[in-house]
């Protein structure tokens, strides 16, 4: 008997009973289910049962957390991290709103330049902006005397911690920004021109109200990522300690794994809390633009656009400065007494200091990062939403299977690298896990890195799956064709381009990650972020710079070359969405 074919209006195709494709298709679905509980979910009950354990193993019950909150100098570093955190979204999230304002809602020239220069903190480690900090404010500052004018009197501590977060989290809260401020009904602000309203009064009655939840939620990614973040604390912390310093300096310094356990579920409270408001707050947001809505075009006003313009540029740089003071003092021969340029601090740490090698494992961790995660997010993204059965009636396994791979993909987002490097050693150093040989191995690094943005890459895939009709499905299961075929020959083909920006992403972000690896790595898999914390402790600061300055010109060329790829494949695989006429 011939297969049934489903009806056009069907997400997906109904068939007599179950095809051997099908079973495949549960089967690398189950795969993928399997590998997000041993690279993810396993290590984080590992982090939850070593915060219940007294020393021996036993059972602590909540011993552990008494004993830390009787503690003043760890609940010191809880005070630290949230106030710091508040102040720097206070700051920054201004700062990128009036700037995303700028791009959307202006006429002033240049906003692609202005736009690019706000990523160069996404290209760089984290800790570079902090690197940079002391050689403008630390005792050897250039402007160590302009800032002890104002009554700081040194950069180390919460005032470089409050300003190098600023430089870092500005691009993430821009986008978020950017792309709130974009969705704008012009016939409200025409409708308010009619009526004779101020800017000011437009300002406050449709343009805030409209972004609201882009505020909102930008507000909450800066307060994670802030405090979350490693590699700023304990460049340019000094004696301030905060949450994420006090992990590293429990488990690695102490190896009082018990409260290291504790620290990291304080770390990861907040930010579970953040992605559970956030997930709120996208329920309760509104369509902004309808089918019958105007796009809104800015209109020119000098004076206006005038301003517009000396803002961006006063931000521009003040990010290049950034920049800019970390490129000059790694060729600097010896700050501040020889300013010649030179290539020593280069020698230094790419021969001397070994880093050398430790770039190239941070090359290969990010090649493969890109390759494999692409291919693993982008794979399990499809068979997510596009495999066939499961959510017929009948199908309760296959319907329980996407659930669960649905909840662990988005895991990932409320969990901060620094916790689920933890995860990694509590569960694949334990005596016993046949897994064990991966640990400290450029693969674990791999995979804890995947892990660790597996959420926006399978929200970028997803997004781009859904956009496809489900009639492709429909027609391959009609004519018996395996659901791999049409996978192969018309999914990918048309998702190449968001394969590449998923790469891309991945790439990016594992060259310059820090948190998620400082647990992880032995001296032959050191990468280079990491290599750049040892040579700051070892006082080599324009080393560090040299080595930080190098993973930034890496991501630059990874970028540009990411970027000619995507042009590449638009004009040989996307020729069909070019309208001819």
């Not at 068939?15 to 509980?37: E, F, K």
């Not at 009655?205 to 882009?214: C, D, Q, S």
């Not at 507000?219 to 300690?241: M, R, W, Y």
């Not at 990411?562 to 001819?580: G, H, N």
């Amino acid at each position: 008997m011939s297969a049934v074919l489903a009806p056009t209006t069907s997400p997906l195709p109904v068939r007599q009973g179950a095809h051997w494709s099908d079973r495949v298709a549960h089967a690398a679905l189950a795969v993928v289910a399997i590998a997000l509980v041993v690279f993810l979910a396993l290590p984080l009950g590992a982090i939850l049962l070593h915060a219940v354990q007294g020393p021996g193993g036993e059972f602590a019950g909540l011993r552990n957390f008494l004993d830390y909150a009787r503690n003043p100098a760890l609940l010191s570093s809880l005070w630290n991290s949230f106030w710091v955190s508040t102040v720097v979204t206070a700051i920054a999230v201004p700062l990128a709103f009036g700037f995303a304002y700028a791009l959307t809602r202006s006429c002033m020239p240049c906003k692609a330049l202005f736009r690019g220069i706000t990523l160069v903190p996404l290209l760089a480690p984290s800790l570079l902006s902090a690197i940079s900090l002391i050689y403008w404010f630390g005792n050897q500052g250039v402007l160590k005397a302009w800032m002890q004018r104002l009554g700081i009197e040194q950069i180390y501590g919460a005032p470089g911690i409050v300003l190098g977060e600023c430089f870092a989290v500005f691009p993430h809260a821009l986008m978020i920004l950017v792309s709130a401020l974009s969705l704008a009904d012009a016939r409200l602000y025409e409708a308010a021109d009619a009526l004779g309203t101020s800017r000011a009064r437009k300002f406050f009655t449709i343009t805030l109200p409209g972004a609201k939840y882009g505020l909102i939620s930008a507000a909450l990614v800066t307060f994670t990522l802030v405090v979350t973040d490693f590699g700023i604390p304990k460049v340019i912390g000094g004696n301030f300690n905060v949450l994420a310093t006090d992990v590293f300096k429990l488990v690695i310094g102490q190896q009082d794994f018990a409260k290291g356990a504790v620290v990291a579920i304080l770390l990861l409270a907040p930010a579970v809390l953040t992605f559970g408001v956030d997930q709120y707050v996208s329920r309760r947001q509104t369509a902004m633009l309808t089918a019958r809505a105007v796009p809104y075009a800015p209109k020119a006003a000098r004076g206006f656009d005038a301003g517009m313009t000396a803002y961006c540029c006063v931000v521009a740089f003040l990010m290049l400065a950034m920049l800019g003071m970390a490129v000059f003092a790694s060729f600097a021969s010896f700050w501040p007494y020889n300013l010649t340029p030179s290539l020593r601090h280069y020698v230094l740490g790419l021969v001397d200091a070994e880093v050398g090698t430790a770039f190239l494992n941070s090359l290969a961790m990010a090649a493969g990062t890109a390759v494999f995660g692409a291919v693993v997010v982008f794979c399990g993204a499809y068979l997510l939403e596009k495999s066939p059965g499961g959510r017929e009636p009948g199908a309760g396994p296959v319907r329980v299977l996407r659930g669960l791979v649905s909840a662990l993909a988005m895991l990932p987002m409320a969990v901060p690298g620094l916790v689920l490097g933890l995860g990694y050693i509590f569960f694949y150093n334990a005596p016993g896990n046949p897994l064990g040989g991966l640990y400290q191995t450029l693969t674990l690094l791999t995979l804890c890195t995947v892990v660790h943005f597996y959420t926006t890459g399978h929200l970028t895939a997803v997004t781009s799956l859904k956009s496809l009709d489900s009639e492709f499905e429909a027609v391959s299961a009609s004519l018996k064709v395996p659901f791999f075929k049409t996978f192969w020959r018309v999914t990918v083909p048309i998702c190449l381009p968001t394969l590449v920006d998923i790469a891309r992403y991945f790439f990016i972000n594992a060259m310059t990650t820090i948190s998620a690896v400082v647990f992880l790595y032995s001296p032959e898999t050191k990468v280079a972020s990491i290599a750049i914390l040892n040579l700051d402790e070892a006082g080599e600061m324009g080393a560090a710079a040299a080595m930080a300055v190098l993973i930034a010109a890496a991501s630059t060329a990874a970028m540009l070359l990411f970027m000619a790829i995507a042009w590449w494949i638009q004009r040989r695989t996307q020729a069909w969405r070019t309208v001819t006429r």
